[in-house]
């Protein structure tokens, strides 16, 4: 089992940036695939970006893709969030989710339902 426990956030102007991180507890780290999905107040929890456990491929949702960046240190335990370019649509709760180092993970990235554990969220504002 691990816990995910996401910091950074905030608010932040239209144009700027920020990085998210996620601290995971236990000494498995380096065998989940994470992901970081974000929710919009009235709208579904959305995929963001993943990253398998090796951290030798990454994936993005269209609408963050050339703007955010997800990256791990499996010695530090943590995944980090980079996040550029920002627009007020990217407004949300973000967060950090694991999944238990499915080798088909390449296929199912960009579904919640895939990830078994997960953090409490972190708010990001972006205002215009």
């Known amino acids: 089992q691990v816990q995910l426990v996401e910091s950074g956030g905030g608010l932040v102007q239209a144009g700027g940036s920020t990085t998210l991180s996620c601290a995971a507890s236990g000494r498995t780290f380096s065998i989940y695939n994470m992901g970081w999905f974000r929710q919009a107040p009235g709208k579904e929890r959305e995929f963001v970006a993943g990253i398998r456990r090796s951290g030798g491929d990454t994936f993005y949702a269209d609408s963050v893709k050339g703007r955010f960046a997800i990256s791990r240190d499996n010695a530090k335990n943590t995944v980090s969030l980079h996040m550029n370019s920002l627009k007020p649509e990217d407004t949300a709760v973000y967060y950090c989710?694991?999944?238990?180092?499915?080798?088909?993970?390449?296929?199912?990235?960009?579904?919640?339902?895939?990830?078994?554990?997960w953090g409490q969220g972190t708010q990001v504002t972006v205002s215009s």
């Open positions: 989710a694991a999944d238990r180092g499915s080798i088909f993970y390449h296929l199912k990235y960009g579904s919640a339902s895939s990830y078994d554990y």
